[in-house]
Nanobody, 125 residues
Framework: VQLQASGGGLVQAGGSLSVSCAAS????????MGWFCQAPGKEREFVAA????????YYAESAKGRFTISRDNVKNTVYLQMNSLKAEDTAVYYC???????????????????WGQGTLVTVSS
């Protein structure tokens, strides 16, 4: 599986931004997909994840109520819609695939086997 993230950019605090991750490979539609972020000087953190069918979603506390993860298995793409953005959301956002799980969502980065190159989201205050 190869992952290509896109859609990052500069947005004002309170604004919205959507990032997407296009995957190649047939296994995409059968595995859990996740989004992580890494701010400068900080460790990579879990943001959200979605089961293969889309019926299970899990969010970090910081993302609940503001971010929405979704996927389109026909387009082999997973999305992260981010609303009410804050300056502290500024980070590089990475998509990742957990090849061993279809529905069980794990928030630790070590569980994810494939990673995109990341897309930078900058929120100005």
């Amino acid at each position: 599986v190869q992952l290509q993230a896109s859609g990052g950019g500069l947005v004002q605090a309170g604004g919205s931004l959507s990032v997407s991750c296009a995957a190649s490979g047939r296994t995409f539609s059968t595995v859990v997909m996740g989004w992580f972020c890494q701010a400068p000087g900080k460790e990579r953190e879990f943001v959200a994840a979605i089961s293969w069918s889309g019926d299970r979603k899990y969010y970090a506390e910081s993302a609940k109520g503001r971010f929405t993860i979704s996927r389109d298995n026909v387009k082999n793409t997973v999305y992260l819609q981010m609303n009410s953005l804050k300056a502290e959301d500024t980070a590089v956002y990475y998509c990742a695939a957990d090849k061993d799980r279809r529905s069980l969502i794990v928030t630790e980065s070590y569980a994810y086997d494939y990673w995109g190159q990341g897309t930078l989201v900058t929120v100005s205050s």
